[in-house]
């Protein structure tokens, strides 16, 4: 494949690596210094690419998705902090017939980590006297908080244990790596559960696999649908 990347940051070097390294090619590579230009333009540049994988900043996201929706190429949105602006995307691609595939957090181990944590949820609610709690830890560098992780974590834990405003505790400094913590707590015990990142490059794999996935896709997809499907075989 022909890869465009948003933003080339600590992640978007990494994903610049791991796409060589399965041997695909890395075409257009956009920074802050092309945070001025338009969609328009953009899209023009993005011709010719099968994806772009966007690692770059929130404020940028809806024009990175309305310059590959124009351009007919398909996007990895990897970028978090951009909830609030996800209808307006998800039309933006519905009006271009274009493809993308988001998540705020692209490993796999995650991914399971969502599954198991959704499993105990059910089991300790349905046990009775158990009370969710979340938190969550992150070097200084990242920006959004709580991260995106932990705000899927909270929906998951709120739909199965049929909680309502599970408590979510942030921690920014130094270099932390993606840290998460579920808690149930009872009177008798807590049980936790933890995921811890060692790196980012299980990220970058993430991406590089979503942008092989969505090719000959239309329409949205969350990383934990393509999951779902690569879990079906
Ligand atoms: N989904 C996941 O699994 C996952 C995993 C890790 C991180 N993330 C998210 O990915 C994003 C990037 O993280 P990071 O650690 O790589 O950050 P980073 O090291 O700060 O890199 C951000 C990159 O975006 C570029 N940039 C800034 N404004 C831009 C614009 N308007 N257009 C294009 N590029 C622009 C920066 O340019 P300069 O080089 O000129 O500064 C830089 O290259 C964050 O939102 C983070 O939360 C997601």
């Given at each position: 494949?022909?890869?465009?990347?948003?933003?080339?940051?600590?992640?978007?070097?990494?994903?610049?690596?791991?796409?060589?390294?399965?041997?695909?090619?890395?075409?257009?590579?956009?920074?802050?210094?092309?945070?001025?230009?338009?969609?328009?333009?953009?899209?023009?540049?993005?011709?010719?690419?099968?994806?772009?994988?966007?690692?770059?900043?929130?404020?940028?996201?809806?024009?990175?998705?309305?310059?590959?929706?124009?351009?007919?190429?398909?996007?990895?949105?990897?970028t978090?902090?951009?909830?609030?602006?996800?209808?307006?995307?998800?039309?933006?691609?519905?009006?271009?017939?274009?493809?993308?595939?988001?998540?705020?957090?692209?490993?796999?181990?995650?991914?399971?980590?969502?599954?198991?944590?959704?499993?105990?949820?059910?089991?300790?609610?349905?046990?009775?006297?158990?009370?969710?709690?979340i938190?969550?830890?992150?070097?200084?560098?990242?920006?959004?908080?709580?991260?995106?992780?932990?705000?899927?974590?909270?929906?998951?834990v709120?739909?199965?244990?049929?909680?309502?405003?599970?408590?979510?505790?942030?921690?920014?400094?130094?270099?932390?790596?993606?840290?998460?913590?579920?808690?149930?707590?009872?009177?008798?015990?807590?049980?936790?559960?933890?995921?811890?990142a060692?790196?980012?490059?299980?990220?970058?794999?993430?991406a590089?696999l979503?942008?092989?996935?969505i090719q000959?896709?239309?329409?949205v997809y969350?990383?934990?649908?393509?999951?779902d499907?690569?879990?079906?075989?």
């Amino acid at each position: 494949m022909r890869l465009g990347l948003f933003g080339h940051g600590a992640m978007g070097r990494l994903v610049e690596a791991r796409a060589r390294a399965d041997g695909h090619e890395i075409g257009l590579v956009l920074t802050s210094r092309d945070a001025a230009r338009g969609a328009a333009e953009l899209a023009g540049e993005l011709r010719g690419h099968d994806a772009a994988i966007d690692f770059s900043v929130a404020d940028a996201v809806l024009r990175n998705v309305e310059a590959c929706a124009r351009a007919g190429v398909t996007l990895v949105e990897g970028t978090t902090g951009w909830n609030e602006q996800a209808d307006e995307a998800r039309r933006i691609v519905a009006a271009h017939g274009g493809s993308l595939v988001y998540g705020a957090n692209f490993s796999v181990g995650v991914q399971i980590f969502y599954r198991v944590v959704r499993a105990a949820a059910e089991m300790l609610s349905a046990a009775g006297g158990y009370e969710p709690f979340i938190e969550e830890a992150h070097h200084s560098r990242k920006r959004d908080a709580p991260s995106g992780t932990a705000l899927n974590l909270r929906a998951i834990v709120e739909e199965a244990a049929r909680a309502e405003s599970v408590s979510v505790a942030s921690t920014r400094a130094g270099h932390i790596p993606g840290t998460h913590r579920v808690g149930f707590d009872s009177a008798a015990d807590t049980v936790t559960l933890t995921h811890t990142a060692r790196s980012r490059e299980g990220f970058a794999a993430g991406a590089v696999l979503a942008a092989r996935w969505i090719q000959g896709r239309r329409g949205v997809y969350e990383f934990a649908e393509m999951f779902d499907d690569i879990l079906k075989g």
